[in-house]
């Protein structure tokens, strides 16, 4: 009788060590070492120190307003992360969320500061933009989910919402866009934008 009750509970032991496992890595703030957690300000910083610019703000010259690189190496305005699942307070790799500035609510476009992708026509090219909705995970937001991944040096953020189960998504890292006027805009790309958080 005590050998088929230990085959059941040795079992169980396994699954839950795996399970425990298989939580994906927490992102980190790189100044302090610790999770980056749910609520929490943070500023995004480039990984590289090569002179290549600062911190992202949103641009005044579009709406629905982009997200760009500072030139300068300013630290830009602060953020926030909610992940998909509100009862999570640390922010872990590969985990869908949505990612939000702090600062007037609407812009002087209108609209929340709320990331979401939108394609530019014009240009032909996807871009990270506000005006999207936070929370509601599923088909209606897909484009307002983000995940953030390791780098060689730091981490990025990558467009390939898992949020809805049926819904044929593109899957890119966000990188710069250079346009024409010298803005470095967020946009999807092949290759990443390697940045840090700091609080």
């Known amino acids: 009788m005590?050998?088929?009750i230990l085959i059941?509970?040795?079992?169980?032991?396994?699954?839950?060590?795996?399970?425990?496992?298989?939580?994906?890595?927490?992102?980190?703030?790189?100044?302090?070492?610790k999770n980056l957690r749910t609520g929490i300000n943070y500023h995004v910083m480039p990984a590289a120190r090569d002179g290549k610019g600062?911190?992202?703000t949103l641009t005044n010259h579009t709406c629905p307003s982009g997200i760009t690189q500072l030139r300068t190496h300013n630290y830009g305005l602060p953020l926030t992360f909610s992940p998909v699942n509100p009862k999570?307070?640390?922010?872990?790799?590969?985990?869908d969320v949505n990612i939000?500035?702090?600062?007037?609510?609407?812009t002087r476009c209108n609209e929340s500061?709320?990331?979401?992708?939108?394609?530019?026509?014009?240009?032909?090219?996807?871009?990270?933009?506000?005006?999207?909705?936070?929370g509601n995970p599923?088909?209606?937001?897909?484009?307002?989910?983000?995940?953030?991944?390791?780098?060689e040096n730091g981490y990025k953020f990558v467009f390939c919402p898992t949020v809805c189960n049926f819904c044929k998504v593109i899957c890119r890292d966000v990188g710069i866009f250079s346009d024409g006027n010298g803005m470095r805009r967020l946009a999807l790309s092949d290759v990443p934008f390697s940045v840090i958080f700091m609080r």
């Open 8 to 33: 059941p509970l040795s079992f169980i032991l396994i699954l839950f060590l795996f399970s425990a496992d298989s939580a994906p890595d927490s992102v980190l703030d790189t100044t302090t070492g």
């Open 138 to 151: 599923g088909r209606p937001t897909l484009d307002n989910w983000f995940k953030i991944e390791k780098t």
């Open 113 to 134: 500061n709320v990331w979401k992708l939108k394609y530019d026509e014009s240009v032909k090219q996807f871009f990270v933009m506000v005006g999207g909705v936070e």
């Open 2 to 4: 005590k050998s088929t």
């Open 100 to 106: 939000k500035f702090l600062g007037p609510t609407p």
């Open 88 to 95: 999570k307070g640390v922010i872990r790799l590969s985990t």
């Open 54 to 56: 600062g911190g992202i």
